[in-house]
Nanobody
Framework: QVQLVESGGGLVQAGDSLRLSCAAS????????MGWFRQAPGKEREFVAA????????SYADSVKGRFTISRDNAKNTMYLQMNSLKTEDTAVYYC??????????????????WGQGTQVTVSS
């Protein structure tokens, strides 16, 4: 089992920045991929970004490319999402997730095995 806890969400204005963190605990050994997803009210959960164990492979949703940066510190079992130039459409609950398959980097929520409880990000105009 892997436990994930997100933090860093909040209420900001458009154009501001936020940094989300995801701390992993439990069975954290393994070269697993970690990802960020988000879900806005009335919408399906969608992929935001993902990063492999080494950080050698990273993927972003088109909607956040150039504005968001994913990173991880394996020594601290922590993943980050630096979000710059936030837009109102970024408002959502943000979830971190772990894919223990250690296969290719994947972007579908159903392919991830463990999830955090989510942190709310609200961007006002």
């Amino acid at each position: 089992q892997v436990q994930l806890v997100e933090s860093g969400g909040g209420l900001v204005q458009a154009g501001d920045s936020l940094r989300l963190s995801c701390a992993a605990s439990g069975r954290t050994r393994g070269f697993y991929t970690m990802g960020w997803f988000r879900q806005a009210p009335g919408k399906e959960r969608e992929f935001v970004a993902a990063i492999t164990w080494s950080g050698g492979s990273i993927s972003y949703a088109d909607s956040v490319k150039g504005r968001f940066t994913i990173s991880r510190d394996n020594a601290k079992n922590t993943m980050y999402l630096q979000m710059n130039s936030l837009k109102t459409e970024d408002t959502a609950v943000y979830y971190c997730a772990v894919d223990i398959s250690m296969v290719v980097l994947r972007t579908t929520p159903g392919e991830y095995d463990y999830w955090g409880q989510g942190t709310q990000v609200t961007v006002s105009s």
